[in-house]
């Protein structure tokens, strides 16, 4: 999902339980398999002598300037703004790029979606019940001020992230019992009985910190003082809420290791920060970034006549890849009363006008998104299987008929941006559902005027909304927006404090726990989670749980399957579009290796500075 940052979706993006056909490297204790690495189903497809990844350059040399803005967010991250360099709990607005400082006990690989090789552990070793592993830590692994990392800074980690972290990381530790050290090159992890295939995974994937640092400090405080890490870039010059800068450490204890060589290759990463699109884009053509990813269509279509573009100083390319897409959709928030009804929520969504605004905002150049798993084998078609069915009926009093169907699909509209049949239906449902039109103003069921807030914290998909807007106050409902700044946005957020919001969330081709923090009950009633929507269904968190336990590929795909159909019956959002590919825009200083990885376009972590490109352009 989108709130966790490619980095950890990489290495945490699902678990696997069936690690019995996973290569061994050797045998600890009886009982135990040791293996350099983990998959949700033991497929790995790196050998243990593997020297690199296919899709980097190992010879890539160093240095140059990667400047870009914050594009994904994990943790307290905000999009406009920062005020604390800890992005691990709920307070503050987090720094971007400060993941990049701290390593992992293992990680990602861009062309399997949810394989682990050795980082700082080099090896693990897994008891025959899969209750308990043993991370065996790499002796040279060292924080940035030479001090030793041990298995008792990797439990501290784990402990306080379960204890303290934010709710985007805490729930997903919850199946984690136990973090401790039994050597110094050594860390036992338990889990609970009831495990998820995802939580060894999890736990591979997350950061780990200084014990010794944080002694006598705040964890949950909001801090300007960099937190001591261990990864290949540390905190260098920033300004707060303006820019801040990642330099290289050249000494960095792990740039040898497969999992790295032919990476992190900027000497330094800087992140700008704008609270208006067009600021950034123009900030872009003068070079102030250097990189940009794309995400509006009219700039994408029209932006690109000026004179850098024209003299072919900055390239522009989309490159397609094989990641079930983003799920982007606005969200009603069900906790408040007006949106508890489904039949209000369906409703509300026949006025959105997806066929108009393709094609006169953005150019036809978007596809409508059906589906939770969108561009995947785990999305709902035609009627569901009899193994669907298995997991579906012993909750049928408590879903729709729908999710028995065909599964629902947003309506298909005439175009014209008013469609009068669509709109007639949807002020059916609405009077199904108890609301009354008192001239041109419609009332709630309790009498109340029917009023909803579009909350968002910049501008950008006005063009979008105020049609929309438009089609529900000619079903009298005072729809309106509602854009303050980012930092206001997100407390909103975490006190689940608005109307309708809308949020973009990454896909993952191996789902599994995260979809507790997005769609689970506990999740809903926890501030700061992920769960907008405010989904509080058993049906969900059995389907969840079915997920995160599936053995198989194809156990997976019928329980997403599944929970697709539930989750679309629901009517929790009004789902927007997608495009099956990045838009990326770039000035021509940068080189790049000639594979990609198989599920992104590797871009710009594998890319680097190429300085004789940045000198025939000028920026040398």
């Known amino acids: ?248 450490v050249p000494d960095y204890w792990a740039k040898d290791l497969p999992v790295n060589v032919g990476q992190n290759n900027f000497e330094h990463i800087r992140y700008e920060y704008f609270r208006d699109r067009t600021v950034a884009f123009e900030a872009f053509k003068n070079g102030t970034l250097n990189y940009h990813e794309e995400y509006t269509s009219r700039t994408w279509k029209t932006g690109y006549d000026f004179p850098a573009a024209r003299d072919g100083k900055v390239k522009k390319e989309e490159i397609s890849n094989d990641s079930p897409a983003s799920i982007q959709g606005w969200y009603f928030n069900t906790r408040r009363e007006a949106f508890k009804d489904l039949l209000i929520r369906e409703a509300i969504g026949l006025a959105f006008d997806f066929e108009w605004t393709n094609t006169n905002i953005m150019f036809g150049l978007y596809k409508r998104t059906t589906s939770f798993f969108e561009n995947s084998a785990m999305k709902a078609t035609g009627a569901p299987s009899a193994e669907e069915l298995a997991l579906l009926e012993p909750f049928r009093d408590q879903l729709p008929a729908s999710v028995f169907g065909e599964p629902v699909l947003p309506p298909v509209s005439d175009g014209s941006g008013q469609d009068r049949q669509l709109l007639r239906r949807a002020d059916e449902l609405l009077r199904q559902a108890g609301c009354k039109r008192e001239g041109g103003m419609l009332k709630l069921p309790n009498g109340q005027p029917f009023r909803i807030e579009f909350l968002d914290f910049q501008a950008s998909l006005e063009p979008h909304t105020q049609p929309f807007q438009n089609n529900l106050r000619r079903l009298g409902i005072d729809a309106r927006s509602r854009v303050v700044d980012a930092a206001q946005y997100q407390q909103r957020l975490n006190g689940y404090d608005f109307d309708i919001t809308s949020r973009a969330l990454v896909g993952s081709a191996t789902p599994g726990d995260s979809l507790r923090t997005v769609y689970g009950s506990q999740a809903a009633r926890t501030p700061g989670a992920q769960n907008l929507a405010g989904i509080d269904s058993p049906a969900v968190d059995a389907l969840i749980e079915k997920i995160g336990n599936a053995k198989s590929r194809q156990e997976l795909n019928v329980a997403c399957r599944a929970l697709d159909r539930v989750l679309r019956s629901g009517h929790y959002w009004v789902p927007m579009w997608y495009r099956a590919s990045e838009w990326l825009a770039y000035w021509d200083q940068f080189s790049r290796p000639e594979t990609k990885p198989r599920l992104s376009s590797g871009a710009p972590g594998t890319w680097w500075y190429d300085a004789g490109k940045a000198k025939r352009i000028g920026r040398g």
């Open 1 to 248: 999902m989108r709130d966790i940052s490619r980095r950890i979706i990489l290495k945490t993006g699902a678990a696997g339980a069936a690690l019995s056909l996973l290569p061994r490297i050797g045998l600890a204790q009886e009982g135990e398999t040791e293996t350099y690495g983990l998959s949700s189903f033991g497929e790995l497809k790196y050998a243990p002598d593997f020297k690199h990844f296919d899709y980097v350059n190992p010879n890539a040399p160093k240095g140059g300037t990667l400047a870009i803005q914050i594009k994904q967010t994990t943790g307290n991250q905000n999009f406009d703004t920062f005020n604390t360099l800890n992005v691990f709990v709920l307070r503050g607005d987090g720094a971007a790029g400060m993941t990049s400082a701290f390593d992992s006990l293992m990680a990602g690989s861009g062309d399997e979606p949810d394989a682990l090789y050795g980082l700082v552990a080099k090896s693990v070793r897994i008891s025959e019940d899969k209750l308990t592993y043993r991370f065996v830590l790499r002796p040279d692994a060292r924080f940035h001020d030479g001090s030793k990392l041990t298995a008792k800074d990797a439990a501290f980690s784990l402990n306080i992230l379960k204890t303290k972290g934010h709710p985007v990381f805490n729930q997903l530790l919850t199946q984690m019992a136990s973090a401790e050290a039994e050597a110094d090159d050594v860390l036992r992890v338990r889990f609970t009985p009831q495990r998820s295939r995802d939580i060894h995974l999890i736990v591979g994937g997350m950061p780990i910190f200084s014990e010794r640092y944080w002694q006598g400090k705040d964890f949950e405080a909001s801090t300007l003082e960099a937190p001591l890490g261990s990864g290949a870039y540390k905190v260098g010059r920033f300004e707060v809420g303006r820019f801040i800068e990642f330099d290289r």
